[in-house]
């Protein structure tokens, strides 16, 4: 079994950037494919991006040009790099390995001025 924790939620002004990680910790002895999902107030969660194993990239229309997903395999970390934020971003982001239905806690990230 997998643990997911997040970290580098935060207040950022429209225009910022903030840069999500999340560390994979547990029994798995590989990192398999990962996703970041969010979930703002009174709406339903969604999926932001998703990566394979491979490194194959995949972004909600919402987000692509803006957001960038990557990993760390050998770390076992994800990242969310997060441009030119809006406050329609303003969410609690959770990193997800949906092979195990495995959710992190969440990391809350709101963007104002």
């Known amino acids: 079994q997998v643990q997911l924790v997040e970290s580098g939620g935060g207040l950022v002004q429209p225009g910022g950037s903030l840069r999500l990680s999340c560390a994979a910790s547990g029994n798995s002895s590989r990192l398999a494919a990962m996703d970041w999902h969010r979930q703002a107030p009174g709406k339903q969660r969604e999926l932001v991006a998703a990566?394979?194993?491979?490194?194959?990239?995949n972004y909600a229309d919402s987000v692509k040009g803006r957001f960038t997903i990557s990993r760390d395999n050998a770390k076992r970390m994800v990242y969310l790099q997060m441009n030119s934020l809006k406050p329609e971003d303003t969410a609690v982001y959770y990193c997800v390995a949906p092979g195990s239905g495995t959710w992190g806690q969440g990391t809350q990230v709101t963007v104002s001025s």
């Open positions: 990566i394979t194993s491979g490194g194959l990239t």
